[in-house]
């Protein structure tokens, strides 16, 4: 009888922390403050409109996620990085500038995420908006191709 109580109450138990679990991921993460302060690390141009990460992109980082970023290894956590994302406008005279906000993107390194890698993925609208998104497929499922840099496509250009 005490067994059978003992596993119902880790039953009820684990129900309870992955209900926190799933919330937490539900109510979805937001830009950290303070984000367009961070390290510049590299930027990027996609111009063909059908490619999904189309846009003028900039990577940015916070000390943590340099310190690493620049000797190599595993992410401590708190590690963050943030992409943002524009539009590719061409001016008259042929030079590319950065337009509109398009979106943002998120890592967050957080031990909680063993699901995708120990980092939480997020996007957001041009308004700063949380999107629903399944970030396992859309984000961890390609990030998996730099597992061996911990997950990090981007490089330190001095
Ligand atoms: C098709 C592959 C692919 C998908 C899907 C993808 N990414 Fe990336 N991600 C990249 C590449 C490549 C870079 C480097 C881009 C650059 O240098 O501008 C990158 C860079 C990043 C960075 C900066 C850190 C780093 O790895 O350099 C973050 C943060 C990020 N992505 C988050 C996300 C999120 C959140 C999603 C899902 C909404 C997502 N990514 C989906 C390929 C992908």
Redesign the pocket.
Known sequence: MKKILAVMVAAVLTFAFMATAWAEMKKGLSLPKGWRSFTHV?S?VIPDKNH??YGF?H?YANGKGVMTLKKGGIYPEGAV???AFYDVVTEKDGSITQGKKLFS???RKDAGAAETGGWR???FGPDGKFLD?D?KK??YE??TAVKDAD????KFIE
Do not use: T
């Not at 997950?151 to 981007?154: H, R, T, V």
């Open positions: 590299k990027m999904g990460l992109h990577i990085f943030v992409g993107v998120l890592m993925y997020a996007a998104k970030y859309e984000c390609c990030h997950y990090i496509f981007s």
